[in-house]
T-cell receptor, first 112, second 110 residues
């Protein structure tokens, strides 16, 4: 069974630009969560989607947004990029009602 | 909100010895406690988890214990091997939101 896939794996953007990251969950998983990982703040929860609806949201500014499609694939968008947005963005998927989350390899975003 | 503390931040053990990593959590409503292993350039890999209605769980060389009263849980790795070298994260959850500890870099010395 294929794992969680994320595209692209690496991205370099300039301050002020926007970026869209994509996540395809494990087949059959309908819940998708996004996390930001940085050396200073560690792993922090961004938001979680289930059946195209955002169910949970972390403490990030409105520049961070996401969506989920009917096939459970998810995208997250960051607008007006700041240097501090440089991070590894991780996507995790799980079965409905299950706590067990399986992570993808992440997208490494660098903002210059 | 939930707060998870993890110790130690770094741990070096001789190959074949045991390693123990400890975490504490603040929200008594948390009921799910997973442990993840992250290798360089990869996403976190779920290695073992425990729910609040269980005190201990074991999977081959890895075990996790949970003390709900004290609100702490621990990861035990026995007979460590070089491939156990990685960063380990604990987490706590009461819904789909995982709150992570700050990680432990485990180094196995051959």
């Amino acid at each position: 069974k294929a794992g969680v896939t994320q595209t692209p794996r690496y991205l370099i953007k300039t301050r002020g630009q926007q970026v869209t990251l994509s996540c395809s969950p494990i087949s059959g998983h309908r819940s998708v969560s996004w996390y930001q990982q940085t050396p200073g703040q560690g792993l922090q929860f961004l938001f979680e989607y289930f059946s195209e609806t955002q169910r949970n949201k972390g403490n990030f500014p409105g520049r961070f947004s996401g969506r989920q499609f009917s096939n459970s694939r998810s995208e997250m968008n960051v607008s007006t990029l700041e240097l501090g947005d440089s991070a590894l963005y991780l996507c995790a998927s799980s079965f409905a009602g299950s706590h067990e989350q399986y992570f993808g390899p992440g997208t490494r975003l660098t903002v210059t | 909100g939930e707060n998870v503390e993890q110790h130690p931040s770094t741990l070096s053990v001789q190959e074949g010895d045991s390693a123990v990593i400890k975490c504490t959590y603040s929200d008594s409503a948390s009921n799910y406690f997973p442990w993840y292993k992250q290798e360089l350039g990869k996403g976190p890999q779920l290695i073992i988890d425990i729910r609040s209605n269980v005190g201990e769980k074991k999977d081959q060389r890895i075990a996790v214990t949970l003390n709900k009263t004290a609100k702490h849980f621990s990861l035990h790795i026995t007979e460590t091997q070089p491939e156990d070298s990685a960063v380990y994260f604990c987490a706590a959850s009461k819904d789909e939101k995982l709150t992570f500890g700050t990680g432990t870099r485990l180094t196995i010395i051959p």
